[in-house]
């Protein structure tokens, strides 16, 4: 027998994997995902690598063929379906087969599970005082002395035993008898403090109900193999987080796991409290504050049977459930389910391949679901679920728009156009909450001179320096620092200053118009150290402060029912980003700040300021219609071509040597060119500068090509990597792929 092995070295060349022979008294113990020390090149040198794959035959001459040396003790078996995740990755967004292994698998090297020990008296302290008395006679003073303690303690910890002077032998004694036992809990970051324990007591109201029936018949209807992808489009606070549960428990009860996939922002204690009201033990998390070895904690349990709900953003798709049922994607439309790094993956995409592969059904919702996923739904890719009503408040909340070049003409020069003014003073009078929303874009803070116009810029970068605390220039890309000149270094002038509206400004007119107001301010800034933004939402929602200032960060999925009023300061930032999906995101913005308000059993009003009221998206949102932004939007993308109408590739080309980098790029695109020539349909865009043309000194371009099949492009991307396979120029150079980007380089 031979194994396919692919050697744990991040390097494009090595990304083949390599035949071993299996030695026979290793011969049940390899199988895929296993870790081995594999003799490598001439020297024989052992190197580690994974079997990707066990053979009969190998894949060249047998008698060339090495012996596998060892295996690697602690490494951690990968399932071979995580290890066919990986090669999905690995071919459908570019990156070596190690690289798509080391995201799958984030930790090859098992941590021994860190275990808390608890001593438990199981008999009445009537039963151990009989006990009590027998010990006295045969002068077991180590067994008395443990006894009387936990008669008066009932459970005592294992430390605690070990101060009392008691050895284990002791405690085991009393096990023996059958007066104690010891309990072991694996010692893991517990997200959830057994605080506010109300009972689960929600009855789904009549449209809740149709929907998860309608997904639940179908999961049954489908006995074996795929269940299929269910969007749920639901407005914000229909209750979609309660259908879930309503699935979630059928699914547990078939006896099968439950991934829940929430963005990191949203997955605050408050939410994993919901799902742990009515799953209790079941659930566990992870999030990116875990450390490693947390992390891996909470996939070894999940591995075990120990979990059966694992609640987490993006990298929750890799949970390692063996009976995996299925995958429910919050939010579907947030771009942070796109890897940033590489390989640059979807996680909606890997969920649905993995749903496939392991006959689990996929759940996706959201109040505004990406363009993407309504287009497959109006397909008939994915079942399509409408709720329209809200679960608690009568009706949706009110949405005006404020034309902010009106309350210029008229003289107002606040951040506040008289509605919201006004809207502001009554909510403040009646004691109700207030969110107001400013798009993060407008927190850049760029500084400029006003008198001779010129950028302050970081020289290693091509992008602006971002001004902190008032005195401290600030590249965000490379970290460059430098103290804020007093005077424009071209022209002297003194009139140097920072532009944009940010979060800190906002806060300044708040406390300045509305004296009385008690503020918080959630941003970048304010949110840095540990458990700030958790803090932040827990004195608002303890009623704390009036008003909640903050960035996107605020708009996601919170719940805060006394909030009546939601203002967007400037709706217009993100309107003019360069990428093809700045108008689906602006709407996604404004209708999910919008749907902040009126949570509870108040209704809600929402004023949304901008200098462009005609803008489609803008409008839409305000009258809180997704289908009439979605057919607009979709009409753009046809006749423009872009995703989901055709799908797109972009290759990224970076180097530190510029003419190398530019020579490359046109020889990656006259390549492509003669290669594909007889594609009618692919169109090719490039090489051009990236929006960001470099970032510490490397030069970025950028080639976009697009087809109406992602197959071809795959196709394409396949034979760019073989055709710089090897050559010289890659030691200058590097190279990455995006599939259907999220954004623009
Ligand atoms: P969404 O995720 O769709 O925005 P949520 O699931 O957060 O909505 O529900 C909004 C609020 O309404 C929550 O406080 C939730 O507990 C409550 N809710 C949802 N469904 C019901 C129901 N059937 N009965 C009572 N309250 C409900
Ligand atoms: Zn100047
Ligand atoms: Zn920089």
Same mark, same amino acid.
């Given at each position: 027998?031979? =194994?396919?092995?692919?050697?744990?070295?991040?390097?494009?060349?090595?990304?083949?994997?390599?035949?071993?022979?299996?030695?026979?008294?290793?011969?049940?113990?390899?199988?895929?995902?296993?870790?081995?020390?594999?003799?490598?090149?001439?020297?024989?040198?052992?190197?580690?690598?994974?079997?990707?794959?066990?053979?009969?035959? =190998?894949?060249?001459?047998?008698?060339?063929?090495?012996?596998?040396?060892?295996?690697?003790?602690?490494?951690?078996?990968?399932?071979?379906?995580?290890?066919?995740? =990986?090669?999905?990755?690995?071919?459908?967004?570019?990156?070596?087969?190690?690289?798509?292994?080391?995201?799958?698998?984030?930790?090859?090297?098992?941590?021994?599970?860190?275990?808390?020990?608890?001593?438990?008296?199981?008999?009445?302290?009537?039963?151990?005082?009989?006990?009590?008395?027998?010990?006295?006679?045969?002068?077991?003073?180590?067994?008395?002395?443990?006894?009387?303690?936990?008669?008066?303690? $009932?459970?005592?910890?294992?430390?605690?035993?070990?101060?009392?002077?008691?050895?284990?032998?002791?405690?085991?004694?009393?096990?023996?008898?059958?007066?104690?036992?010891?309990?072991?809990?694996?010692?893991?970051?517990?997200?959830?403090?057994?605080?506010?324990?109300?009972?689960?007591?929600?009855?789904?109201?009549?449209?809740?109900?149709?929907?998860? #029936?309608?997904?639940?018949?179908?999961?049954?209807?489908?006995?074996?193999?795929f269940k299929g992808v269910h969007l749920i489009h639901g407005i914000t606070g229909c209750g979609k987080t309660e259908i879930y549960m309503d699935i979630i428990d059928k699914v547990l009860a078939d006896d099968k796991e439950v991934i829940v996939m929430?963005?990191?922002?949203?997955?605050?204690?408050?939410?994993?409290?919901?799902?742990?009201?009515?799953?209790?033990?079941?659930?566990?998390?992870?999030?990116?504050?875990?450390?490693?070895?947390?992390?891996?904690?909470?996939?070894?349990?999940?591995?075990?049977?120990?979990?059966?709900?694992?609640?987490?953003?993006?990298?929750?798709?890799?949970?390692?459930?063996?009976?995996?049922?299925?995958?429910?994607?919050?939010?579907?439309?947030?771009?942070?389910?796109?890897?940033?790094?590489?390989?640059?993956?979807?996680?909606?995409?890997?969920?649905?391949?993995?749903?496939?592969?392991?006959?689990?059904?996929?759940?996706?919702?959201?109040?505004?679901?990406?363009?993407?996923?309504?287009?497959?739904?109006?397909?008939?890719?994915?079942?399509?679920?409408?709720?329209?009503?809200?679960?608690?408040? =009568?009706?949706?909340?009110?949405?005006y728009i404020t034309d902010m070049r009106d309350e210029l003409a008229k003289g107002n020069r606040t951040m506040f156009g008289e509605k919201l003014h006004e809207l502001i003073q009554d909510r403040l009078s009646k004691k109700q909450q207030i969110m107001?929303?400013?798009?993060?874009?407008?927190?850049?803070?760029?500084?400029?001179?006003?008198?001779?116009?010129?950028?302050?810029?970081?020289?290693?970068?091509?992008?602006?320096?971002?001004?902190?605390?008032?005195?401290?220039?600030?590249?965000?890309?490379?970290?460059?620092?430098?103290?804020?000149?007093?005077?424009?270094?071209?022209?002297?002038?003194?009139?140097?200053?920072?532009?944009?509206?940010?979060?800190?400004?906002?806060?300044?007119?708040?406390?300045?118009?509305?004296?009385?107001?008690?503020?918080?301010?959630?941003?970048?800034?304010?949110?840095?150290?540990?458990?700030?933004?958790?803090?932040?939402?827990?004195?608002?929602?303890?009623?704390?402060?009036?008003?909640?200032?903050?960035?996107?960060?605020?708009?996601?999925?919170?719940?805060?029912?006394?909030?009546?009023?939601?203002?967007?300061?400037?709706?217009?930032?993100?309107?003019?980003?360069?990428?093809? $999906?700045?108008?689906?995101?602006?709407?996604?913005?404004?209708?999910?700040?919008?749907?902040?308000?009126? $949570?509870?059993?108040?209704?809600?009003?929402?004023?949304?300021?901008?200098?462009?009221?005609?803008?489609?998206?803008?409008?839409?949102?305000?009258?809180?219609?997704?289908?009439?932004?979605?057919?607009?939007?979709?009409?753009?993308?046809?006749?423009?071509e872009y995703p989901p109408v055709v799908s797109m590739m972009a290759i990224l080309i970076t180097s530190r040597d510029e003419q190398m980098l530019a020579k490359m790029a046109d020889y990656i695109k006259q390549v492509t060119d003669k290669e594909f020539?007889?594609? $009618?349909?692919?169109?090719?865009?490039?090489?051009?500068?990236?929006?960001?043309?470099?970032?510490? #000194?490397?030069?970025?371009?950028?080639?976009?090509?697009?087809?109406?099949?992602?197959?071809?492009?795959?196709?394409?991307?396949?034979?760019?990597?073989?055709?710089?396979?090897?050559?010289?120029?890659?030691?200058?150079?590097?190279?990455?792929?995006?599939?259907?980007?999220?954004?623009?380089?």
């Amino acid at each position: 027998m031979y =194994a396919k092995v692919i050697v744990d070295i991040s390097h494009e060349k090595l990304d083949k994997g390599f035949d071993y022979r299996i030695p026979e008294h290793m011969k049940d113990k390899i199988y895929p995902g296993v870790q081995v020390m594999i003799p490598f090149g001439r020297g024989n040198r052992l190197i580690q690598g994974y079997v990707l794959e066990i053979k009969e035959t =190998a894949g060249y001459d047998e008698g060339k063929i090495k012996d596998i040396a060892e295996i690697v003790a602690k490494s951690i078996p990968i399932e071979s379906r995580l290890i066919s995740l =990986a090669w999905f990755i690995k071919e459908n967004y570019g990156s070596t087969m190690n690289q798509a292994l080391k995201t799958v698998i984030p930790i090859k090297e098992a941590k021994k599970e860190a275990v808390k020990r608890r001593v438990k008296l199981i008999v009445s302290n009537e039963i151990a005082s009989e006990y009590v008395k027998k010990y006295e006679k045969k002068h077991a003073t180590a067994r008395l002395r443990l006894l009387n303690a936990l008669m008066e303690n $009932r459970e005592m910890s294992w430390e605690l035993i070990v101060k009392l002077g008691v050895s284990g032998t002791v405690v085991n004694g009393l096990v023996s008898e059958g007066l104690a036992q010891v309990e072991e809990e694996a010692y893991y970051r517990n997200p959830i403090r057994y605080t506010d324990l109300k009972p689960y007591d929600i009855v789904l109201n009549k449209e809740q109900k149709n929907v998860s #029936d309608g997904i639940k018949s179908y999961i049954d209807n489908k006995k074996d193999g795929f269940k299929g992808v269910h969007l749920i489009h639901g407005i914000t606070g229909c209750g979609k987080t309660e259908i879930y549960m309503d699935i979630i428990d059928k699914v547990l009860a078939d006896d099968k796991e439950v991934i829940v996939m929430i963005p990191e922002i949203a997955l605050t204690y408050q939410t994993v409290m919901r799902f742990y009201r009515k799953f209790g033990e079941k659930v566990s998390i992870i999030n990116s504050k875990l450390s490693a070895g947390e992390r891996f904690d909470q996939f070894e349990r999940a591995k075990k049977g120990q979990v059966k709900i694992m609640i987490g953003p993006r990298s929750a798709v890799f949970t390692p459930f063996r009976n995996l049922g299925l995958i429910i994607i919050d939010e579907e439309h947030e771009s942070s389910y796109k890897s940033e790094n590489v390989p640059r993956y979807h996680a909606r995409e890997a969920a649905i391949f993995r749903a496939k592969n392991e006959g689990a059904a996929v759940v996706l919702g959201s109040a505004t679901p990406s363009i993407d996923s309504y287009y497959k739904a109006l397909s008939g890719e994915y079942e399509l679920y409408t709720l329209k009503t809200r679960a608690k408040a =009568a009706k949706p909340a009110t949405v005006y728009i404020t034309d902010m070049r009106d309350e210029l003409a008229k003289g107002n020069r606040t951040m506040f156009g008289e509605k919201l003014h006004e809207l502001i003073q009554d909510r403040l009078s009646k004691k109700q909450q207030i969110m107001l929303f400013i798009n993060r874009r407008g927190y850049a803070g760029f500084v400029s001179c006003r008198s001779c116009g010129v950028a302050m810029k970081c020289p290693h970068c091509d992008v602006g320096l971002t001004l902190h605390g008032g005195s401290r220039l600030i590249c965000h890309y490379c970290g460059y620092e430098i103290p804020m000149p007093k005077k424009c270094p071209k022209c002297e002038s003194t009139y140097i200053a920072s532009f944009g509206t940010g979060t800190q400004k906002v806060e300044e007119a708040v406390k300045k118009m509305y004296p009385m107001a008690r503020t918080l301010r959630m941003d970048a800034d304010t949110t840095s150290k540990k458990d700030g933004y958790e803090q932040i939402l827990s004195q608002f929602s303890n009623g704390e402060a009036d008003v909640l200032i903050g960035t996107q960060m605020i708009v996601k999925g919170h719940d805060f029912p006394n909030v009546t009023l939601v203002g967007i300061i400037a709706a217009d930032l993100s309107l003019y980003a360069s990428d093809y $999906r700045s108008q689906e995101k602006t709407f996604q913005l404004l209708t999910q700040a919008a749907g902040r308000a009126g $949570r509870g059993n108040m209704e809600g009003e929402v004023v949304i300021q901008t200098y462009s009221p005609d803008n489609s998206s803008i409008i839409a949102a305000s009258n809180q219609d997704y289908t009439e932004f979605y057919n607009q939007e979709i009409l753009y993308r046809n006749i423009s071509e872009y995703p989901p109408v055709v799908s797109m590739m972009a290759i990224l080309i970076t180097s530190r040597d510029e003419q190398m980098l530019a020579k490359m790029a046109d020889y990656i695109k006259q390549v492509t060119d003669k290669e594909f020539a007889c594609e $009618r349909k692919l169109r090719t865009i490039g090489p051009a500068d990236a929006n960001i043309s470099k970032i510490n #000194d490397v030069y970025r371009k950028v080639i976009y090509y697009k087809h109406p099949q992602y197959e071809k492009l795959v196709e394409i991307k396949n034979t760019v990597e073989n055709m710089l396979d090897g050559l010289d120029e890659m030691k200058k150079i590097s190279i990455q792929f995006d599939f259907n980007p999220m954004s623009g380089f």
